[in-house]
């Protein structure tokens, strides 16, 4: 066996790199070995009423992921992009989720939060105050008016006790349900009739969902298991890849999100490229999650079959790059 020498220096920069490490929540927790993905325990009615009574809003239940979301959009904006309106639900509309660690000890929340730029640091330090963690900080977009950033905010415990938590850390912005405006009308013409759905359908090849004037896909990463804190990570708590369609079937906005092992990151890109689709950010979304995820935002402009096809083309790379990553 190899013989290393260590100088006194050199052995007190490990042991102040282990004691930092050892400070942060999430890489304790990846120091224990994890779990063997089972079935996640079923969040409870009882539960589903402790977090609609502390956020003062329903959310909804996803039963096959043992999931409860509630919805956050930021509907007190009026977006823009290069000078032309676009409804909040195309990429402005925030989320809080739920969920139980695989062996029902403890439990998660994960939230994706649209601010503006004002608004980071004040949330930063309520989500601090109420013993919650900041994952990430980033921008979805480019040329978007007002400039939004989207923060990611996660932590563990009961889930009566996350939820009190959660509603405490956004009780006095935006985000809280109650200081939000009231929804408006439902609109006249939907995403139905703005896009060409089985066009798009047959070319994603899986179904959309309409919301308002947008038409809206959101496709988990089946091929991975991917444990985060002992909390299986899925399609509606945060993995997953996604793109929304605006405007008009000739005329159209699309933007979205792909959820990529590292070694795919490159290829992703390189294929986007080639659809004339612009990368808008690469970065993470969660901490201490195994295998690590990276995500990419992308936007586009143009006929939405064409867009359609370039979102395809970024999927098919998904489960298919061998770990050495692309070849250039």
Do not use: C
Not at 168 to 194: C, H, V, W, Y
Not at 318 to 325: A, I, S, W
Request: hydrophobic share 40%; aromatic share 8%.
């Amino acid at each position: 066996m190899e013989k290393h020498n260590f100088t006194r220096r050199q052995a007190l920069q490990a042991t102040a790199v282990l004691g930092t490490t050892l400070l942060l929540p999430f890489q304790k927790t990846l120091a224990n070995p994890q779990p063997s993905i089972g079935k996640t325990p079923a969040i409870t009615a009882e539960e589903m009423s402790a977090i609609e009574t502390a956020l003062g809003k329903k959310g909804a239940y996803k039963d096959v992921e043992s999931v409860y979301t509630v919805p956050l959009p930021r509907n007190d904006l009026k977006m823009k992009i290069k000078g032309e309106p676009v409804p909040i639900p195309f990429g402005f509309g925030g989320w809080v989720s739920f969920k139980k660690t695989i062996d029902g000890k403890s439990a998660m929340v994960m939230s994706d939060t649209v601010l503006q730029m004002e608004e980071v640091n004040p949330l930063i330090s309520a989500a601090h105050a109420n013993g919650l963690e900041i994952a990430a900080i980033h921008n979805h977009f480019f040329y978007e008016e007002p400039r939004i950033f989207y923060m990611h905010i996660h932590g563990m415990g009961t889930l009566e006790d996350l939820a009190r938590r959660y509603a405490n850390t956004i009780r006095d912005s935006k985000l809280f349900p109650a200081n939000q405006p009231a929804p408006s009308a439902p609109a006249a013409i939907t995403g139905k009739e703005n896009f060409d759905l089985p066009a798009l359908d047959a070319i994603v090849k899986y179904t959309g969902a309409v919301n308002g004037p947008t038409y809206k896909y959101t496709i988990g990463r089946a091929d991975l298991k991917v444990l985060a804190m002992g909390v299986e990570m899925t399609t509606n708590i945060g993995l997953n890849s996604w793109a929304s369609f605006a405007g008009k079937q000739d005329d159209a906005h699309i933007a979205g999100d792909i959820a990529m092992l590292q070694t795919e990151v490159n290829t992703v890109i390189k294929t986007l490229r080639q659809h004339n689709l612009e990368v808008v950010a690469v970065h993470n979304h969660m901490l201490g999650d195994d295998p690590h995820m990276i995500f990419l935002h992308y936007y586009g402009r143009g006929n939405a079959v064409t867009l359609s096809q370039g979102f395809r083309a970024a999927l098919d790379v998904l489960g298919k790059v061998p770990m050495g990553g692309m070849k250039m």
